[in-house]
T-cell receptor
């Protein structure tokens, strides 16, 4: 069964450094997402991406964050200058469709295993 | 702003018991609702998605219902097994004014099934 994959599984960085988190969405999916989960807290939406542009972003997704689909398979999240409070598990997700009404499988957001980011 | 609440926060049951997990959301203008399972330190595994026009979805021993007008969903697990032990998350897409794509999550119910 196709899966969303993420690399690395764990990233440790110093405060102020730039990090790039990588994701390979499911191959026929068109909508891509990043979420994060701070330890002990809810999963929070960061951004959605379709047709090479951001379709929706949260208030968390400020100028320090950017997303890119550099080629036909990868989807990346860049944090320009990491802060201590960016420490979290970052999840990439993808879905075949972004609008609802079709079969559940086409609207389901499938999540990757996550990248644990630790900012020291 | 859409808010999702899950009750109870934790649940411990003996193996074989049928159980119900509850989810409520504040804005009924949703597109769909997904139930996920999360094992400690792991990613989210999608269990079921219910479209806003549907009342329930079933997958194996799992049955999820949706009452959109009252802002409630339940996840019913039949004949629970120790392997069902995990945190179960409810997430809604839409609601909260202008949100189309994002999922808003509850904090989850930590389920422990004792052998």
């Amino acid at each position: 069964e196709p899966e969303v994959t993420q690399t690395p599984s764990h990233q440790v960085t110093q405060m102020g450094q730039e990090v790039i988190l990588r994701c390979v969405p499911i191959s026929n999916h068109l909508y891509f997402y990043w979420y994060r989960q701070i330890l002990g807290q809810k999963v929070e939406f960061l951004v959605s991406f379709y047709n090479n542009e951001i379709s929706e972003k949260s208030e968390i997704f400020d100028d320090q964050f950017s997303v890119e689909r550099p080629d036909g398979s990868n989807f990346t999240l860049k944090i320009r200058s990491t802060k201590l409070e960016d420490s979290a598990m970052y999840f990439c997700a993808s879905s075949e469709r972004g609008t609802s009404g079709g079969p559940p499988s086409t609207d389901t957001q499938y999540f990757g295993p996550g990248t644990r980011l630790t900012v020291l | 702003k859409q808010e999702v609440t899950q009750i109870p926060a934790a649940l411990s049951v003996p193996e074989g018991e049928n159980l119900v997990l509850n989810c409520s959301f504040t804005d009924s203008a949703i597109y769909n609702l997904q139930w996920f399972r999360q094992d400690p330190g792991k990613g989210l595994t999608s269990l079921l998605l219910i479209q806003s026009s549907q009342r329930e979805q079933t997958s194996g021993r799992l049955n999820a219902s949706l009452d959109k007008s009252s802002g409630r969903s339940t996840l019913y697990i039949a004949a629970s097994q120790p392997g069902d032990s995990a945190t179960y998350l409810c997430a809604v897409r839409g609601g909260g004014g202008g949100s189309n794509y994002k999922l808003t999550f509850g904090k989850g119910t930590l389920l422990t099934v004792n052998p």
